[in-house]
């Protein structure tokens, strides 16, 4: 199946996509902001400038967007036009989040995932309390809000 848009306005579409202050992010923050946790955004010293870092805590959220990270869910579709690139490209994102995670994790350390999906189909409550838990007790060494299916 051809793209039903030029590649001009293809490559204006994409070019829109950011990486950093997405709307999922955005809510995310503002959520935890509000509970009264502080956090640094994008810190560039550690490996793969995080999305918030919880230095208190020795805590980090990822916020993944499930098209680029490949969560598995509905929103994880496959462009039909250069499957061969973008199949490349998905593979080199799943693995790259997987071994910034594992430095992470050697660096100390806790990392927990935030994907899109979830936090538009839970309630705020839902997974607003599950992020404060995993960023209070240390225990918790790990959160994957939403599960990856990958």
Same mark, same amino acid.
Request: proline fraction near 4%.
């Given at each position: 199946?051809? =793209?039903i848009?030029? #590649?001009?306005?293809?490559?204006?579409m994409?070019? !829109?996509i950011?990486?950093? =202050?997405?709307?999922? %992010?955005?809510i +995310?923050?503002?959520? +935890?902001?509000?509970?009264?946790?502080? $956090?640094? +955004?994008?810190?560039?010293? +550690?490996? !793969?400038?995080? =999305?918030?870092?919880?230095?208190? $805590?020795?805590?980090?959220i990822?916020?993944?967007?499930?098209?680029?990270?490949?969560h598995?869910?509905s929103?994880?579709?496959? #462009?039909?036009?250069?499957?061969?690139? /973008?199949?490349?490209?998905?593979?080199?994102?799943?693995?790259?989040?997987?071994?910034?995670?594992?430095?992470?994790?050697?660096?100390? /350390?806790?990392v927990?995932?935030? /994907? %899109?999906?979830e936090?538009?189909?839970?309630s705020?409550?839902? /997974?607003?309390?599950a992020?404060?838990?995993?960023?209070?007790?240390?225990?918790?060494?790990?959160? =994957?809000?939403?599960?990856?299916?990958?």
């Open positions: 199946m051809t =793209d848009v030029s #590649p001009e306005v293809r490559s204006r994409m070019s !829109g950011r990486a950093k =202050d997405t709307r999922p %992010e955005l +995310l923050r503002r959520a +935890l902001h509000a509970l009264g946790f502080r $956090y640094r +955004l994008h810190v560039r010293n +550690l490996p !793969g400038k995080p =999305d918030l870092v919880f230095p208190k $805590y020795r805590a980090i990822q916020v993944h967007g499930c098209f680029w990270h490949r598995g869910c929103k994880t579709t496959n #462009p039909t036009s250069n499957s061969e690139f /973008w199949h490349a490209k998905f593979a080199r994102n799943v693995e790259r989040d997987r071994e910034i995670e594992r430095q992470l994790r050697e660096l100390g /350390w806790r927990g995932t935030v /994907w %899109e999906c936090l538009s189909k839970k705020e409550s839902s /997974w607003i309390d992020l404060s838990r995993f960023i209070r007790d240390e225990a918790l060494k790990e959160l =994957d809000l939403g599960g990856a299916m990958r």
